[in-house]
């Protein structure tokens, strides 16, 4: 079991245009590749011209040592199975007789099921758990419900390699992660190969071993999680700004798109603003101010909190602090440095305890040289306080010396801008 | 990969229920066809009993001659007028209804029927054609019309096919659209034709609504060759399209090579349409009613389905050719009317009826 896919200097072309231009890998027997890109990176045209919808214009495919296009339908129907986007289907076929369909390549003109394909197609619904819906018809089931019957089918075909074209494209997000479950434990208990073109790279990193991603019909990078989604790989592909880490509770890797500030909203760029702080209260504000196209400088952050990470991402003037540790006089110049650089600071709500109090010191300083500070929601100061009353008091006497308060972070902008105007 | 022995007991119980009820619905269909078959033969200007009837059409198979005591004038409008037209009726009601069966399914669409394509629009222009400009054909002394009808039927399927064809694939939209396009400009030529038709209006007129006036051996044996033709072609092909139901890809998944397979189904439904057409003229509404009501009550399986609707067809066109040439004895009323009158509102009703009729296999 398990199929081998060797594929060598694929091209097709629609016309002039070509979707595929050059593409070479291989499958091993058993792998669970994960097939990404962007839309019209050629995803669904590669999996079709290996399950020999399209045939290529250039280039070959080999099945298990075999040219592809030499390999007649029936056979190829044994070697493959092809679960795609949910089909609207009008006829009312029941659930099991759909299902039995996968039996069709296995059958001799006019030979009707024997005993074995009806038990084949009894556990293929029960793997699936669409079993319930055996005598149910096709066309009353939802979505979720028809991509599982569709997957039973693939299963009911024994198949030596599974194609999933955006299997998941239309499903919720419990249903999106059963179907892959599902998926791998085909690969894992039959070694059937797995190729699943997948739009939701997170979803992807989680289920698949290998990934191999598509870029204007060509392979861009393929291997191990940690070689295809980088950065760089993501911004090449998706034309879009990205920011990779690992998830907090599984550590694999997870992506995030960056947004894009949109163009001139507020007339304020000329303003550098000073945020302080790290930790992921600070980030709304952040987010806020970056979209507004204004330039931003942080600190103090600790090495590799939220803060730390936003600021290495847009590349902003920042004081790092290492973890666990005080901020030392030298930090503290440098913050007071950054700060009288900026023409407003911003407080934003952020635990204070005894390693970042001093922060709130130098925005003291600041304030008896005239800088404009704004404190978002001071009066929840209380219960972010962990340095024993010291940050309230201290926030108490920032907003006594001239300190705006800002109950609303949404404000932000207005106030940031009037203070703009006024320069 | 072996099944134990228990699955194989539970299905094998299950699969017999499934079976055994297809099995009797089919039986059911047959008894219906012969009863029809055999009260049309005894129905007429001419009432004939059910002895006589049954004798005639079981005498020649006889081993030893029985005396049937029949006399000469019954004989002959059994043997030359009513069984050939009950024939051609049977005929013409299943291929109609296979034929329909066969578009729906080709072009996933339940609202298609036989004449989507532009068959009977060819085939009209055809016979249309043939009445107008008089010709005589030596072929039998009689039956220039139905000959330029097939012939035009079969023309008119080259022809959309051709259209539609990219490469070496025939995509059912564009043929579906080419087939509608070449149906309207047909539809004027017949139109135009008609418009010149003078005294033979009338023919025109009664040959474009459709009936079965005139039936003759010569008719049956004119379009068997067709109707046996197409109904091989399309059930071969039963089970590959069911996998074509669920979209075409899925059935090139399924192995199934769907080019030979459109092109053979859609081969052998024209034929089946331009040999009824060619025989009878345009009878609505039996080849969409029938395959829907076979659907409705057994599920969309085509290996069932054709043959079902074949039976029902033949059935309902025997039915309904009765009652068109008996309700105004000893004129008949054209039967494209009654099958349009009586089928229509039957159709609604099975719409209604819909959930409640699925008495096995679904449901949902």
């Not at chain 1, 590349?315 to 900026?342: K, W």
Request: contains cysteine; glycine residues 10%.
């Amino acid at each position: 079991m398990g199929l081998k896919i060797i594929v060598n200097g694929l091209e097709l072309r629609y016309g002039a245009y070509p979707v595929l231009d050059g593409v070479d890998f291989t499958v091993r027997r058993g792998d669970l590749l994960a097939l990404l890109g962007a839309n019209g990176a050629g995803k669904s045209t590669l999996l079709r011209c290996i399950s020999k919808i399209l045939a290529p214009s250039d280039g070959q495919i080999r099945l298990n040592g075999r040219e592809a296009r030499f390999i007649a339908a029936r056979e190829a129907a044994r070697l493959m199975a092809v679960v795609s986007q949910e089909q609207a289907v009008d006829f009312d076929f029941t659930v099991e007789e759909v299902v039995r369909m996968g039996r069709l390549p296995y059958l001799k003109r006019f030979q009707k099921e024997g005993e074995e394909d009806e038990v084949l197609a009894r556990r293929a619904m029960e793997m699936t758990g669409v079993s319930h819906l055996a005598g149910r018809t096709i066309t009353a089931l939802s979505g979720g419900e028809k991509q599982r019957v569709l997957m039973a089918r693939a299963v009911c075909q024994e198949p030596e390699a599974l194609l999933l074209d955006e299997p998941t494209a239309n499903l919720d997000i419990g249903y999106q992660a059963s179907l892959l479950e599902l998926a791998a434990r085909l690969n894992r208990e039959k070694g059937v190969t797995v190729i699943a073109a997948i739009h939701d790279l997170n979803l992807a990193v989680q289920h698949f071993d290998r990934f191999m991603l598509l870029a204007g019909g060509r392979v861009l990078a393929a291997g191990r999680a940690e070689e295809v989604i980088t950065a760089e790989n993501i911004r090449r592909s998706y034309g879009v700004p990205a920011f990779v880490y690992r998830h907090p509770l599984y550590g694999v890797l997870q992506v995030s798109v960056a947004k894009r500030p949109p163009a001139g909203e507020v007339d304020c760029k000329a303003l550098r603003v000073h945020v302080i702080g790290g930790g992921e209260e600070a980030l709304p504000a952040l987010e806020l101010l970056h979209r507004a196209g204004l330039s931003l400088s942080v600190s103090p952050v600790s090495i590799q909190d939220s803060g730390c990470r936003f600021a290495q991402f847009h590349r902003l003037p920042v004081v790092e602090v290492p973890p666990f540790s005080a901020i030392t006089d030298v930090l503290h110049q440098e913050h007071l440095q950054l700060i009288r650089r900026a023409g407003a600071v911003v407080v934003p709500p952020v635990p204070f305890g005894e390693g970042n109090l001093r922060c709130l010191a130098a925005v003291e300083q600041a304030l008896k040289e005239d800088a404009v500070v704004f404190v978002l929601e001071p009066a929840g100061i209380s219960e972010r306080d962990f340095s024993g009353g010291r940050a309230t008091e201290l926030l108490a006497r920032l907003l006594r010396e001239g300190a705006r308060p800002l109950p609303r972070a949404a404000d932000l902008l207005e106030a940031v801008a009037g203070r703009s105007q006024k320069l | 990969m072996a099944a134990t022995r228990m699955e194989m007991a539970k299905l094998k119980r299950k699969q017999i229920g499934a079976t055994t009820k297809k099995t009797l619905l089919l039986a059911g269909l047959l008894a219906l066809l012969a009863l029809s078959f055999i009260g049309a033969v005894m129905k007429g200007a001419v009432s004939i009993n059910w002895w006589e009837a049954v004798g005639v059409m079981v005498e020649p198979f006889s081993p030893e001659p029985f005396d049937l005591a029949l006399s000469p004038v019954h004989r002959d409008i059994l043997l030359q007028i009513r069984i050939p037209r009950v024939l051609l009726a049977a005929a013409v009601g299943s291929s109609l209804a296979v034929a329909g069966a066969v578009f729906q399914g080709l072009f996933r669409n339940p609202m298609a029927d036989p004449y989507v394509i532009g068959i009977s629009s060819g085939a009209a222009l055809g016979a249309v054609f043939a009445m107008l400009a008089g010709i005589r054909l030596s072929l039998a002394g009689l039956g220039a019309v139905p000959l330029f009808a097939l012939a035009g039927g079969i023309l008119t399927i080259l022809l959309v096919y051709s259209m539609a064809r990219v490469g070496r694939t025939v995509p059912v939209m564009t043929l579906l659209l080419a087939g509608i396009a070449v149906s309207a400009f047909l539809s004027a030529l017949v139109s135009l034709l008609t418009y010149y038709a003078g005294e033979k209006l009338h023919l025109v007129i009664f040959w474009l609504m459709g009936g079965l006036g005139g039936a003759t051996w010569y008719k049956v044996r004119l379009i068997i060759p067709y109707v046996l033709a197409g109904f091989i072609c399309v059930s071969i092909f039963a089970r590959e399209l069911n996998a074509l139901l669920l979209g075409e890809e899925t059935a090139r998944h399924l192995g199934v090579e769907t080019d030979k397979v459109k092109t053979t189904l859609l081969v052998g439904a024209s034929l089946l349409v331009a040999a009824a057409v060619s025989s009878s003229g345009m009878i609505g509404f039996v080849g969409l009613v029938v395959p829907h009501f076979i659907r409705l009550i057994a599920g969309p399986d085509h290996r069932f389905l054709l043959p079902a609707s074949a039976l029902l067809g033949a059935s309902l066109l025997i039915a309904t050719d009765t009652l068109a040439r008996s309700v105004i004895a000893p004129a008949e009323l054209p039967l494209g009317i009654i099958t349009a009158i009586v089928g229509a509102p039957l159709f609604v009703y099975l719409l209604k009826k819909r959930k409640k009729l699925r008495y096995f296999g679904g449901g949902g």
